[in-house]
């Protein structure tokens, strides 16, 4: 089943507002620096960096973007290389780089055991179904039995994956979301209104979501 | 930007934050002069009660362990590079229902957790004071509602609160500083339900400008208020509390983080233990006044422990770090016909306190208040992530409806349970401190109150016409702690912060509070600073 996506505001290009009063110079350079720099491999090995861009295919797939998709994998590795957590542990959790190594090494694990073959090379369904066992919880053995999976998959993996991907411009046209809004913020607030310099919102073809 | 790695309150200059690139001038004490106050933390409490101890001619010095920002040239309007204003030391969480720590409840810079909070200043119920008494549940307070009226009305007047002309619950309270708000459309979500469902609801007491004051300017509604406020508007500590502080002669030491109460012969404190600039120092004073909140108030105790402390400072009543409490901060979401757009705008623009103020037709004690959402995106595409569980295209999917997205959340009040608790955990942070180990379960009752809420918030926001409603969970805010009260065998201070044990050793945050309420905490915290000071 071929997977499509498509946004109701498809003309709508947040960064066209990069020189408006909608931008100030410390979020350009925020943002700037987050779509030129985009951090080299410090932490991960290159085998799980490999699952992890498997794994994040398929949280967060981008058919959409085949060429040109937003990077996620070097942005967990470079928070994983500073060693920055988010000021907390759960205490049936090891730290952020021990929870880190043990998922993508249990999710691997996990592909060889079911399919004999590695994550990456399994085609969706099977890569889906692996992925829904650990949010269900209803994986055994080894990482598991020292990573709680429900826990890794909520509060590790999918809160990073998302973080990064929904923190980038594309991110931000394609659910015409406002974006950088200072100093100029916004007049107009009531429902159905927009300011001029806001996404438009032109049709919704959510087919079989029902939304339509 | 990054955060800034070294102090900037320093050479007898500290940031001006209303000027770009400008100082004012700020008086310093050495570590050796022996001042009347050394305040450990400049939020909510420390950084108001820091103007009211300079204003009255003492000598102040307060500290924080983290940076004194210039929200005008670094705050971003970006949800990712503003997650430096969360205090995200190593901490461990657990129990039942653990807290999620970090960004969740936390702060660290000048100003605390007023830099990014969302600005509701809200007064407890006047019962709440006395709930064990007059309500049948928690514990009493060793302070009036009455008092504490003549307070709250000096922190809004500080903060030039903007308000509704009259508040429908509660005794009469007059006007707010200044006129309300124009309300988003989510927040007209929940008017037009608590209309359907025949309760009142008000233009939320919002801590910013809805007119010019000096060189802050009114709101433009970016919306960006819960990762800093980069114009102004909102009237953060940093922005009012700390500037008088300062022009009325106190010091604040940025960058500063204090690892221990320094104790003389005489079971007094002598001063404080803090590492600035890569090294320990001595700061000497007649007074210490722990105001790190309900985590590191409690940790500071218990690692300042000595020979005949050996449980920590003032933990004679064994209260030190019990007592914790959270709100319960479930919320129940929908997606509307209309378009939203609840990005512009402060986050909660209308709430309703109907059932902290209603006393019939519950099975729980306590109360809740409920407010409209206005989640950034990263923000709700965590929420349906972690709370409803979407991943893959239906995530993507789902997230384009982003616009058209209205939410309800409670602020509800949970019980004190001396169960729940921070003690210290064998593991040590970067300055070689032992780290903080928190437990946290709900009560039975907790889960009443939280269950009640769901549904009444659920029939409100399907009342006001939305659609497809999911609840997501989660908690607000720390309290408790350290509590205050008027039996020194249950309670860790007097009425005045002052701890039991040690009589020149003060309490003046979050961690006093002997029970939550059902608002948020910054409002009760400020006025309990004036209180004091």
Redesign the interface.
Known sequence: MA?H?S???ADYDVLAKWDTP???E??R???RK?LGEVPPRRFLEPDEWATLEAICA????QPDRLTDPVPIVPFIDAQLHRG?????????MPDLRASWRLGIGGIEREARRRHDMPFGELDAPRQ?SI?TAI?NGDVEGEPWDELPPKRFF??VL??S???????HPA??N??????????????R??????DPW??R?IARV?EG?G?G | ?GSPERPRARDGRAPNVFRRGEWVPMRQYDDDEEVDFAIVGTGAGGGTLAYKLAKAGFKVVAFDAGPYWRPL?????????Q?TL?????????GQD??????NN?GRGVGGSTIHFTMLVLRFRPEWFRSRSLLGYGVDWPVSWKEMWRYYREVEEMLQISGPLSYPWGPRRGRYPRRPH????AG?VLARGCEQMGISWVPTPLATLSSRRGEAPP??????CAVGC??NAKQSVLVTWIPRAIEEGAEIRDLAMVGRVEMGDGGRATGVLYHREGEWRRQRARHVVLAGYSIETPRLLLNSATSRFPDGLANGSGWVGRGLMVHSNNGVWG??E????S???PPVMAITEHWNYTDTGKDFHGGYQFGSQGP???S???S???GR?L???E???E?????HLAGLKMVGEVEPQAANRVELADERDQYGLRIP??TFSYSENDRRLIRHAEEFMRQTLEAAGGKETWVEEGTAHLMGGCRMGEDPGESVTDADGRTWEIPNLWICDGSLFPTGGGVNPSATIMALACRTG
């Open positions: 997977e996506f946004t109701p505001y909608s931008w100030n410390q979020t350079e925020v943002v987050r398929r949280v967060l797939p920055q957590g988010d000021g907390y542990r759960y205490e049936d889906d992925l949010q909520s509060s999918l809160k994956v998302v973080g990064i991907y929904y923190a991110a931000w394609e659910i015409g979301f406002g974006g950088p809004a200072s100093p100029r913020g916004y007049v607030l009531a429902a159905g209104q927009r806001e996404a919102e959510d979501t939304h | 930007m040239e670094e705050f971003a309007s970006d949800e990712e590079e997650q969360y205090w995200t030391e190593p901490r461990i969480t657990g653990p807290i999620q720590l970090g960004s936390s124009e309300i988003n459309a007209l709101c433009v509604y970016r919306g960006f980069s114009t997606s509307m209309e378009e939203i757009r990005y512009k705008g950034l995106p990263q709700w595409a965590t349906l992530a972690a569980g991943w893959g295209m995530l993507r999917r997230m384009t409806r982003y616009n180990r928190v």
